[in-house]
């Protein structure tokens, strides 16, 4: 009892990876109805970062952490302006396709500057991996670390979102574009902004995982699938779902990968059925709505 | 002046290049080369089947690799574990992909567009773990290491010039049967499905069937492919089917889609010869060109895949009817995808 515990929380940990990238990724299909495949690939370019920063530099873990997430914010915002600009009238497979450019472009140069040897990234300090025990379950503290950031992340969205006039027109400029931009808003800078967000909220989801599944180039791909999960579960446009969706994903790979013989090198394939199954089922995931298509 | 649906010019053209093809390894290539084109026509059967799916149908798959990753396995397996001969396992390869493929697309029937890139996106990254996780049947990591091919009837060919044959003909078969596919009802009702799926199920034309049909038939041809890419590089491991050869497939079918009526070939030729430029000029991984390509592509066909394909069919269209412009460019329709229109442009 007290080991399903304890995969559940180190699940909820991990699944708050899941659940930031996944914020990430609706934040994204919010502002444009597109999915950004290169998103995992953004929040391994911004991990490398960090790392640079923190190894190389010796800057404090926490000033590199957010040296790191407003660099992701000004690159995603760069990365909108020159590469998405052009497309952003297209239909979203278009976007799709630029998307998976870009997934192999970073991923290259991230390889070039940085080779594919793998990296340990350190953890946040004063949160060890040593768990502490906590009515008979040990815990470990960075796991709690994992999950408080992730309803930090969550927390701070929502009141950008509801409570600021940017937030406001970042709203309306994906809800109702041309009367946004009769209003005065500028919509296409608040999808540039929308990137830009998202890449700094995927940051922190690289950041977290890096001290468990360590640094390389490749490293964000598996997550990036559970993200989409994730995302898709809980209704791709919806922040809230993205983020039970995530721990649900979290949760659910831990417990398969300990408990299912065998299971533990098909959680890709798990992530691959969640997908399909929840597409099939309730393509509106668990929090969004049906869409009823004109014909 | 036609014949099977084509004018006497492209029949010539066809003959011609056919022509050059059969006499190339004899003449022009050296060893290196002619293994190099033995890839190239491999890769056009996959091109061919990712063309019946996307070009045709509709329906995007950016996991077509994982189906060529079922056929090389096939015939690994068939090989390694029951010692059939190579040859007697290019069809079942294929049909079991295609199988694969045909089931896959019951799924896949419900979702279009951007969910349907997900899912096969997915399938993409799952081919490699799952041949890893079952390695009792496939080596695992350590792959499988198959025999080196031999000319068979003594026609005095070497290794390199019998695998660029069998390839050749073999491609040159199922682009045959492509085409008198897609040239009669079949065809016409694919296309109707992939302009209005309304329309088609309204004129009688059973959506399901003819979308599951065209993932098993692209499944098919991946399959097959990926049996000839096994017995080409005599040897198969997870590695050689991982993300990026999903994603060149479909770098080579939208470039190849630009090109004249042998798309494909020219779509496989890049894929081959890309990864060696890069390696020489960048002492690199071709990723980074792949990605560069692709969102250039993009740029260039802001209507993407679909309206690309379309264009160059509508091009086709007026090329083959021996250059004279006819009204069939007019009824193509727009040239924007069905799910543009779905979702209503911008703000309405």
Redesign the interface.
């Known amino acids: 009892m007290q080991g399903v515990v304890q995969q559940i929380v180190s699940g909820l940990a991990t699944g708050g990876v899941y659940a930031s990238l996944a914020l990430a990724l609706v934040l994204i299909y919010r502002s444009m109805e597109a999915l950004n495949f290169a998103q995992g690939e953004m929040a391994m370019f911004s991990t490398f970062i960090a790392w640079e920063l923190i190894t190389v530099v010796h800057l404090n873990y926490y000033l590199a952490f957010a040296i790191t997430i407003a660099v992701s914010i000004a690159g995603g915002f760069l990365i909108e302006r020159i590469v998405i600009r052009p497309v952003e009238k297209a239909p979203p497979l278009t976007v799709v396709l630029v998307t998976l450019g870009l997934f192999f472009v970073i991923n290259g140069v991230a390889g070039l500057i940085w080779s594919y040897v793998i990296k340990p990234f350190p953890g946040p300090p004063g949160f060890p991996q040593a768990p502490i025990e906590f009515g008979g379950v040990s815990v470990g503290l960075q796991d709690l670390f994992l999950i408080g950031m992730t309803v930090v992340l969550l927390v701070i969205l929502y009141a950008f979102f509801q409570y600021t006039k940017l937030g406001l027109a970042m709203r309306a400029a994906a809800l109702y574009p041309d009367t946004s931009r009769l209003l005065g808003v500028r919509t296409s800078r608040m999808l540039a902004l929308g990137w830009g967000l998202a890449a700094g909220v995927g940051a922190v989801s690289g950041m977290l995982i890096a001290p468990i599944e360590f640094l390389d180039p490749n490293m964000m791909q598996p997550i990036l699938l559970y993200a989409f999960a994730a995302a898709v579960l809980g209704g791709i446009e919806n922040p809230v779902g993205a983020v039970v969706g995530g721990f649900v994903v979290g949760v659910l790979l831990a417990l398969i990968g300990t408990y299912v013989p065998g299971a533990r090198d098909l959680r890709l394939a798990f992530g691959l059925v969640i997908i399909v199954a929840v597409l099939m089922v309730r393509p509106g995931g668990l929090f969004g709505r049906a869409h009823v298509a004109r014909v | 002046m036609r014949f099977a649906g084509l004018s006497a010019r492209a029949w010539g053209t066809a003959i011609v290049l056919l022509v050059i093809a059969l006499l190339a390894p004899l003449f022009l290539l050296d060893r290196f080369n002619t293994i190099q084109f033995a890839y190239v026509w491999a890769l056009a059967i996959a091109l061919i089947g990712l063309n019946v799916l996307t070009g045709y149908s509709g329906q995007?798959s950016?996991g077509n690799g994982a189906f060529m990753a079922i056929g090389a396995y096939t015939t690994a397996i068939l090989y390694f574990k029951l010692k059939v001969p190579y040859g007697l396992t290019i069809l079942p390869a294929g049909l079991i992909a295609g199988l694969a493929g045909y089931l896959f697309g019951f799924?896949a029937l419900?979702?279009s567009?951007?969910?349907l890139?997900?899912?096969t996106?997915?399938?993409a990254?799952?081919a490699s773990?799952?041949i890893?996780?079952f390695d009792a049947l496939t080596n695992g990591h350590e792959g499988i290491v198959l025999p080196t091919v031999t000319d068979p009837f003594g026609f005095g060919l070497t290794n390199e010039q019998w695998l660029y044959y069998l390839a050749l003909v073999i491609a040159v078969l199922l682009f045959v049967f492509a085409r008198a596919m897609l040239g009669g009802a079949t065809g016409r009702a694919l296309r109707a499905v992939r302009d209005s799926e309304?329309a088609a199920a309204a004129s009688g034309i059973s959506l399901s069937q003819f979308k599951t049909m065209a993932f098993g038939v692209s499944a098919f041809y991946a399959g097959i492919a990926g049996s000839l890419y096994a017995t080409i590089t005599a040897y198969v491991s997870p590695d050689s089917f991982d993300?990026?050869l999903s994603?060149s497939l479909?770098v080579g079918m939208?470039l190849g889609g630009l090109a004249t009526l042998a798309g494909p070939v020219v779509g496989a030729a890049f894929v081959v010869w890309l990864p060696i430029f890069a390696q020489q000029a960048f002492h690199?991984?071709p990723?980074?060109s792949?990605?560069?390509?692709?969102?250039l592509?993009?740029?260039l066909?802001?209507?993407?895949?679909?309206g690309g394909v379309r264009q160059l069919l509508a091009w086709y269209r007026r090329r083959s009817s021996d250059g004279e412009p006819t009204a069939e460019a007019a009824d193509l329709g727009p040239a924007?995808?069905p799910?543009?229109a779905?979702?209503g442009?911008?703000?309405s």
């Not at chain 2, 792949?290 to 969102?295: A, F, R, T």
């Not at chain 2, 066909?301 to 679909?306: D, E, S, T």
């Open positions: 995007i950016l799924p419900k979702l567009g951007l969910y890139a997900l899912a996106f997915a399938l990254l799952s773990p799952v890893k996780n309304t993300l990026p994603l479909l939208v690199n991984k990723d980074i792949y990605g560069v390509i692709l969102v592509l993009m740029f066909l802001p209507q993407g895949i679909v924007a995808p799910h543009a779905e979702r442009t911008g703000g």
